[in-house]
């Protein structure tokens, strides 16, 4: 397995792009001066008033850049994805391609319009016209969240088959290595809060030190 074009070290930046978006992007999105927030409950314009009272409209603008830049930083890392399968899988490595431009770019567009509109809403006096502007916006920009949750699969079921048939340098038990699995696992142990983040940030300190282990040694054999 030839891991010569690529660059390991963007994996970890990646891992660290997660964990900032975890951290910055979404706990501290969610921990608001009135406890968690809860965005299901942002429906109810009374409950979103009790929820966000006393927020400090600045949390939502650090959110936002914060999730923004990690993205960017992910990108890295799913484009040494792709390096890594071309040579064995080109069509699972062009799918995993496709996927990370799809979960990265609408993600960091998600992540600020999301917060953005937060902003406007604390902004705005928390009136009620800002309430159901913030609500229109929102459903009229879901297709972001959409495309970035697609993204995700697009990258993470191409990788998964292609370790599983073991076409890559990687033992097959590395295919749980994933954002997939790993999801339901950080999802259990955090309530859920940014569970995505945390699981790709797993997978690609794990696909860090496997690829870097076992390349080592195909090489040597």
């Not at 706990?27 to 009790?50: A, S």
């Not at 399968?85 to 496709?98: F, M, W, Y």
């Not at 339901?184 to 940014?194: D, F, S």
Request: proline share 4%; net charge positive; aromatic share 10%.
């Amino acid at each position: 397995m030839k891991t010569k074009e690529m660059n390991l070290k963007l994996l970890l930046i990646a891992s660290f792009g997660h964990l900032l978006c975890w951290v910055g992007g979404d706990l501290l999105l969610y921990f608001v001066p009135n406890g968690p927030l809860d965005t299901m409950q942002l429906f109810g314009y009374e409950k979103t008033v009790e929820m966000l009272e006393g927020v400090n409209p600045m949390q939502f603008t650090v959110s936002g850049v914060v999730g923004t830049i990690a993205m960017m930083l992910a990108l890295l890392g799913y484009y040494q994805i792709y390096q890594f399968l071309k040579p064995v899988a080109k069509g699972a490595a062009n799918v995993t391609l496709a996927g990370a431009l799809l979960t990265t770019i609408p993600g960091a567009v998600m992540h600020f319009t999301c917060t953005s509109m937060l902003w406007y809403f604390v902004k705005s006096g928390a009136t009620k016209e800002a309430h159901d502007i913030m609500l229109a916006f929102f459903t009229e920009t879901m297709a972001t969240t959409a495309m970035c949750n697609i993204g995700v699969f697009m990258v993470c079921i191409p990788l998964f088959v292609t370790v599983v048939r073991g076409k890559t340098c990687l033992p097959k038990w590395m295919c749980l290595v994933n954002t997939i699995p790993l999801t339901v696992v950080a999802g259990i142990a955090l309530a859920g809060t940014g569970a995505m983040n945390v699981a790709s940030a797993l997978m690609f300190l794990g696909l860090y030190f496997c690829i870097k282990k076992h390349s080592k040694k195909a090489m040597a054999e």
